[in-house]
Structure formats: structure tokens, C-alpha cells
């Protein structure tokens, strides 16, 4: 683009040029260059035809006259050039350009108005052949317009009449009123050219106002995609047909950290780092077709950088678009990736990536025949570290296993936290059983092993569920859930065990599901009783309580103990529904047998945990009007061990109820002693794992003389429980315990099989086992008669 031209695209740039004068700028520029062209193109033409006239009427019209007109019109032209060589149209000013204008227009007036002198005064002196050449020459002048005039409108106009008139006059001079014929042609080409003259005109006006509108528009893109450049993160290039850089921005230089003159002319392509993304980039430059957000790596300064390039093709084969660093972004979008398929803490994959990697190679078994073992891990009482040491030693702990743990698998075998203290490892392998127990036992011997933290040592042990999938005989799922099973398997055997899965497993499971789905419906089917077991004074042989137990009355399995069923309400929640019938249920039961007895409920750490405990109770007492101190509540260690200080402000309420608190299983605990400080216990019950060997052993006898004394001391009764011949029943009574029960006294049996009471010994009771009972109606009737002794002594 010329300076003169650049300069009529807008801007006040110091030569005067202002907004408005943009398209007449533009239009008197254009005028002067084409009326150049075209003139400079007619002018040998124009001495053709001098020439011609000069030669054809030499010998008949006066020569001094035809010679003095072609002088003049050589000088003319000469001048024309002159004028025309003089200007420079990239650089004159818009006024020198105006003048430059009015004297090429007087000067082709000038011209025109030559030409028409000459052709009526040779018409005068032309015959036969040399009117055929005037007429030739003529029209060739008087058409010469649309070539030398076509932008210049006034000389046109005015050359146009001056010539047609000159040719009219001539042809009338020629052949007078005959030559009508002519004359008429000459105006029909006249209004022809007046016509052309116009319409060029509008034209002329029309393309040089789009121009300027082109330029404006693209002015202002220029302007904005500047702007853009210096505001955002993108830098603009250009690829041309060859791939090699165009126009190369100083943004895009210094993005790069090159030389722009460097970069100018150098392949676009080699910037980016070998791989499928840049042979993509590659087919779409070559095939010149529009592409969006294309990611590209390229290293600068050593460091891996990612772009993304957006390009359109343009009309001169070449490419243009943005480019944008999105570095920052990819490493966000990696982290996340990561943290979406990896465990924060530890590293190793986390839930999701190991669900996606057990689905994988389940889904491949049906192809390849493989085989899949899952090694299912849980940390042992890992939550006593936590609470003890704090989650920082605890956090440091699961990052060491997992580090051991990826120490013992391959490369291709994934380990994974599945959350909390739970590890998984997914092998994929035609090792048999035996080598599987092997590696599962490899696992436990390296969580085993101690941890050294900040100075000290810490151990912990695991348990292991293993199981397999054989060339596709299960799936993702039920692969988690064989391990799982094999887990709890492995759980139930203690801390620091293993456990294969095998299809008894399944069954006890199912057998499980069909308990859990039962159990919903039991209370609401009526199918819970209440059985009582009787508990004994060791001194009198009477009855002072009963033991409240929970019977499930099922309609295909008959009776279910307790232990068949309350693990698994403990697990769904059940539990706390069914303790509280169980409470409502055994107080109402009280009051409607005789005597004034005491009962004893058991209660679960689940109960001990729901808030609306103390609020069951009391509601049970007053809709029965019982007294409270005939209710004694029966928990274990495990229920003061996982509440605390929870465990301890509940049994505070239920003291200011007035009930009894007893600590069942005493003795089986690591702090029993520590909790009879603590706690207001009313009552030990001693476990019945010291007293089957008491009559035969001299340690259980000392620890079950020492738990009675220590209760004296505390202001505690005591009870034994498990109670089965008659030696035991006097040994117990001799080490000082108060109270009894187990099977050699009763069996638990229903409400309305228990008797009403008898005279000396109270509340009788039909024992269901006539091998047993016997035993204890002797037991007691000999405790009746020393007991009447001594009344009899005391009056």
C-alpha cells in the first residue's frame, strides 16, 4: 500500500489528512493515477493519429496551418507528460495533488478543444479517401474518452460535446443536409459516451466508498487484534503455504524467547515437540482447513510447555490464527486427573482407579482366559492409633504401608487405598491357592514389622481376605465381594489372621442376608419372646432376680438364640429397636409375675449410644409404675471402651433414675479394674470363663476371691455366671460371691412357666431339666435348713 493511500485510512497523522476527507482523498488520488494510466496508454495512439492527418493532407490543405496544429499538439502532450512526471503520488500532500488535478483538467480542455478546430477545417478541404481518414480519426478521438477521460468526468463531458460537435460540423460541411445519417450516428455515440461517463462515474464513486469502508473495517480489526494482543495471553501468527512463519508478532517472539527476525521465514511446525499432536497439526495446515484449540507441546528453556492453536486459512494460502499458553491450565487439569485416580495421602490408586482397573480386567477374562486374585486388607484397631498418637502419626503409618505393600507386587500389579486403614492388591496371575496364602501372609509379616516415627516405634498388624476370579466365572463385582467376605472371615479369627474365600463363606453370608431381611419383620410379626433365667442367693438358695433374654421365635428355623441374630442388628441399626421392646417388653412382664424380684436387661453398645436411651427407660418405668431399683442394666467393657465419656454420662442418668448398673463379663477386658474406679457400677458379674474351672483350679479360685473382695471394698454386689454342678455352687458361695445363675439352676423359659412363690425359698421355678434340676432344689433345701438353724439359734 502507497504512503498516499495510507495515509486516506483515517487518522490525523500531521499531513492534514482528517476523517472526513477520507473518500474525496481517496477519489482525487484514484483520478490521478488512472487519468495518468490512461493518458500515458493513449498518447502513442494520439501521435498515430496527428501523424496520420499531418501525412494524409499534406498536399491538400495549407501545410504552414496542419503543421502549426500538430506542433501544438505534440506540445500539449509533451507538457502532459511533464506534468505527469513531476508528481509524486506517494508522497504529495492532498492541495498539491488538487492543483496537480485542475491543470490536468484545463490542459485536456486545452487538448480538446485542439482536436476540435481541426476536423471542420480539413472537412473543407477532404475528399474521397481523406474523408474516410478524418471520419477514422474522428471517432477514434471522440471514443478515446472511455480510456483517457473515463475518471475524470468534467473533461470527459467536455470533450465529449466539443468533439461530436466538431465531427457534426464536419460531416455537415462534407455532404450537408445529406449527411444526416452521419450526424445522427454521432450523436447516438455521443449520448453513448455522456451515458458510460456517468455510469463510470457513480461506479467510480461507489468502489472508492467500499474501499475506504474496507479499510476502516479493517482498520479497526487491525486495532482490536493489537489491542488483544497486548491484553491477553495470546499471541497472533501466520503459517504461509510452505509452513514457514509470516508477520511474525513481538508477542509471539518474545513468548517463544527468540529474535523476531529469527523466527521470520522459519518452520512453524519444527517449534513443537515431535508426537501425534503435532503430525495432527501438521494434516490440518497442509490441508488448509479451519481448526480450534489444537494441543501442541514445545520445550523452551528446558521446560515442557503446551499451547493451543486455532487457525483459519486465508485467500493467499498461508494460515493465520492465536495461540494460547495453557500450561497453567494442563498442569491444573493434570493434578486433578491425578487426584481423581489417586490417593492424596499415600499416592497409590484410590477407589475409583482400582474399580476402573478391576472392571477392565474382569471385562478382558472372557478374551484371554486370565486370572484375577484381590487381596483385600484392613488395618487392626488402626483407630486406637489415631486416637492415642494423633492423625499426623497415624497419616505417616498408612503411607509407610502403602510403601511396603507396592515393595512386594510387580510393577503391573496394582496396589490401592480404598479408604480409611482399608489397602487393596490386584494381581493378575495362574499362581494356585497356595502361593496366594503365601503372598497374603508375605503382606501381613510387612504391615507386622515395626515402624520407626519420629524417634518411635510403632506396630500394627492387618487382616487379609483373598479371593480370585477363574477365567471369568465372576465379575467386578462380585470379585469385591468374595474379598470382602474373605476379609470378614479373616476378622473373625483376630487381629493379624487370613482368610480365603471359599463358597461356605457365600452360604453363611446368604444365610446372613436372609437373617437381616427376616429380622425387619420380626417384632411387627410378633415373633420376639422373652425368656427369663433365674439368679439365685448363694446363702439362702432363693430366687432374687431374673436375667432378661431375648428369643426369636422364627416360623422355619424355630428358636434362634442371641448370638445368631443380635451381631447382625448391631450391623443394620436394628438393634436399637429391638432394645427398646426388649426393655418395655421385660418390665411389663415383671410386673405381672408375683414377687419382688429383681430384673436384669442386657444392653448393647449401640443402645448406649442412642440419646433417646435414658428417655426409653424412663418412659418403661412409669408405664409400668415398677420400682427403678428393681431394674438393673447389664453392659459390657467393649460399651465403656467405644463411648467414654459419653458411656459415663449415660449411666449418670440412668443412676438418677434410681436403676441399677451392673458390668457384665468381668474380667475379660485390658482395664476392668480401671473402669470400677470410674464408673458407679452396682454390681459385678464375674465371666463365666473363671468359674467353669473354679472347683478344680487354685488361680481361678484366687481371681474369683479377689474380684469379691475387691467389690466389698467398692460397696459392689457380685454374681457368677454359667453356673453347671453343684461343687461350684459351694465353692462360689465360700469365696464370697453373693449370687448365681446358669443352667444347673434353670433354664430360661418363658414368663408363664415361672411358678408362683413358694414358702421358704421364694419364687419356685419349673426347671425344664430333671438331671439338673434336682441338684439345686437340694442345693437349696439344704440352704433352707441352715438358714432355719440359725434362726432357731438366734431365739
Known amino acids: 500500500m502507497s504512503r498516499s493511500e495510507y495515509v486516506t485510512e483515517g487518522q490525523e497523522d500531521g499531513k492534514g489528512v ?8 481517496l477519489v482525487l488520488h484514484r483520478r490521478l493515477k488512472n487519468f495518468s494510466s490512461g493518458a500515458m496508454t493513449s498518447l502513442l495512439p494520439a501521435l498515430g493519429s496527428i501523424f496520420l492527418l499531418l501525412w494524409t493532407f499534406w498536399n491538400d490543405a495549407p501545410r504552414m496551418v496542419i503543421l502549426v496544429w500538430a506542433t501544438v499538439q505534440v506540445f500539449q502532450l509533451g507538457v502532459f507528460v511533464i506534468m505527469d512526471r513531476s508528481l509524486h503520488l506517494d ?10 488535478w485542475r491543470r490536468i483538467l484545463l490542459l485536456q480542455m486545452f487538448g480538446s478543444t485542439i482536436w476540435c478546430v481541426i476536423f471542420p477545417y480539413l472537412a473543407i478541404y477532404a475528399v474521397g479517401l481523406e474523408i474516410a481518414v478524418l471520419g477514422v480519426v474522428g471517432t477514434a478521438i471522440l471514443c478515446g474518452t472511455l480510456l483517457v477521460h473515463r475518471t475524470a468526468p468534467q473533461a470527459a463531458i467536455f470533450h465529449t460535446l466539443t468533439i461530436s460537435s466538431a465531427l457534426i460540423a464536419s460531416a455537415f460541411l462534407i455532404a450537408s443536409w445529406s449527411s444526416w445519417p452521419t450526424i445522427a450516428l454521432i450523436l447516438t455515440f455521443a449520448v453513448a459516451l455522456l451515458g458510460a461517463t456517468k455510469a463510470q462515474e457513480v461506479y467510480f464513486h461507489a468502489a472508492a466508498k467500499a474501499e475506504i469502508e474496507r479499510r476502516e473495517s479493517a482498520n479497526v480489526v487491525r486495532m482490536l487484534l493489537n489491542d488483544y494482543e497486548e491484553q491477553s495471553s495470546e499471541c497472533l501468527w501466520t503459517a504461509g503455504p510452505r509452513g514457514n512463519m509470516r508477520d511474525v ?6 513468548a517463544l524467547d527468540r529474535e523476531r527476525r529469527t523466527l521470520e521465514g522459519s518452520s512453524f511446525l519444527e517449534m513443537f515437540v515431535p508426537g501425534p499432536e503435532r503430525d495432527s497439526l501438521a494434516a490440518h495446515l497442509g490441508e488448509r482447513v479451519p481448526f480450534r ?10 521446560e515442557m510447555r503446551y499451547w493451543k492453536l486455532s487457525a483459519r486459512p486465508r485467500e493467499d494460502g498461508s494460515m493465520s490464527g492465536v495461540a494460547r499458553d495453557v500450561t497453567a491450565d494442563r498442569l491444573i487439569e493434570e493434578r486433578v486427573a491425578f487426584m481423581a485416580h489417586y490417593d492424596n495421602l499415600t499416592g497409590l490408586a484410590n477407589r475409583y482407579l482400582f474399580n476402573e ?7 478382558e477374562q472372557h478374551s484371554k482366559g486370565s486370572n484375577i486374585a484381590l487381596f483385600y486388607l484392613d488395618l487392626d484397631d488402626f483407630k486406637a492409633v489415631n486416637d492415642t498418637r494423633g492423625h499426623l502419626v497415624g497419616d505417616r503409618l498408612l503411607r509407610e504401608v502403602g510403601t511396603r505393600l507396592e515393595q512386594e507386587v510387580r510393577s503391573e500389579d496394582l496396589v490401592a487405598r480404598l479408604g480409611g486403614d482399608e489397602f487393596a492388591v490386584l494381581i493378575e496371575t495362574r499362581a494356585g491357592d497356595g502361593l496366594l496364602i503365601e503372598r497374603a501372609h508375605r503382606f501381613l509379616s510387612v504391615v507386622r514389622a515395626p515402624y520407626e516415627i519420629e524417634g518411635h516405634t510403632y506396630r500394627v498388624s492387618t487382616s487379609v481376605g483373598v479371593a480370585r476370579c477363574s ?15 474373605a476379609l470378614y472371615a479373616a476378622k473373625e479369627k483376630g487381629r493379624d489372621n487370613l482368610a ?9 453370608a446368604r444365610q446372613r442376608r436372609e437373617i437381616e431381611n427376616d429380622l425387619r419383620d420380626a417384632l411387627a410379626r410378633g415373633q420376639m419372646r422373652m425368656h427369663y433365667q433365674s439368679i439365685i442367693d448363694l446363702d439362702t438358695g432363693r430366687t432374687t432376680g431374673f436375667e432378661a433374654l431375648l428369643r426369636w421365635y422364627h416360623p422355619h428355623r424355630g428358636v434362634i438364640e442371641p448370638g445368631d441374630f443380635l451381631s447382625v442388628a448391631e450391623d443394620t441399626g436394628l438393634i436399637v429397636q429391638l432394645g427398646e421392646w426388649v426393655i ?9 409375675m408375683p414377687g419382688d424380684f429383681r430384673i436384669a436387661i442386657n444392653l448393647s453398645p449401640t443402645q448406649v449410644k442412642n440419646p433417646n436411651l435414658v428417655a426409653t427407660v424412663a418412659q418403661a418405668i412409669h408405664a409400668t409404675n415398677i420400682e427403678p431399683e428393681r431394674v438393673e442394666l447389664e453392659i459390657t467393657e467393649h460399651v465403656l471402651m467405644d463411648q467414654d465419656e459419653v458411656g459415663h454420662s449415660t449411666l449418670m442418668r440412668l443412676r438418677e433414675l434410681g436403676v441399677r448398673i451392673a458390668l457384665d463379663d468381668f474380667g475379660t477386658g485390658y482395664s476392668s479394674l480401671g473402669y470400677l474406679r470410674r464408673f458407679p457400677f452396682d454390681r459385678i458379674k464375674i465371666d463365666r470363663g473363671f468359674i467353669a474351672d473354679v472347683a478344680s483350679d487354685l488361680g481361678s479360685q484366687a481371681i474369683v476371691s479377689t474380684i469379691t473382695r475387691l467389690a466389698d471394698a467398692l460397696g459392689m454386689d457380685t454374681t457368677a455366671e454359667g453356673i453347671e454342678d453343684r461343687a461350684q455352687l459351694d465353692l462360689l458361695r465360700k469365696l464370697g460371691v453373693q449370687e448365681a445363675q446358669g443352667f444347673l439352676i434353670s433354664q430360661p423359659v418363658l414368663p408363664e412357666e415361672i411358678g408362683p412363690p413358694g414358702e421358704e425359698c421364694g419364687i419356685e421355678l419349673h426347671a425344664p431339666d430333671p438331671e439338673l434340676g434336682p441338684e439345686f432344689l437340694s442345693y437349696r433345701k439344704k440352704r433352707a435348713e441352715v438358714a432355719a438353724r440359725r434362726a432357731g439359734g438366734a431365739a
Not at 504529495?92 to 492543483?99: C, I, K, V, W
Not at 484449540?293 to 528446558?302: A, E, F, I, M, Y
Not at 482397573?357 to 471385562?363: A, M, Q
Not at 477365567?471 to 467376605?485: F, P, T
Open 91 to 100: 508522497s504529495a500532500p492532498y492541495e498539491q495533488m488538487r492543483r496537480q
Open 249 to 254: 508478532s513481538e508477542r509471539l517472539a518474545k
Open 18 to 25: 482528517k476523517s472526513a476527507d477520507r473518500l474525496r482523498h
Open 584 to 592: 418395655r417388653q421385660s418390665l411389663a412382664d415383671a410386673v405381672a
Open 357 to 363: 482397573r478391576l472392571r477392565s480386567l474382569t471385562g
Open 293 to 302: 484449540d489444537r494441543l501442541v507441546r514445545l520445550r523452551l528453556n528446558g
Open 500 to 508: 480365603m474365600f471359599e463358597p461356605s463363606l457365600d452360604r453363611i
Open 471 to 485: 477365567d471369568g466365572d465372576c465379575d467386578a463385582e462380585e470379585l469385591m465381594r468374595r474379598a470382602d467376605l
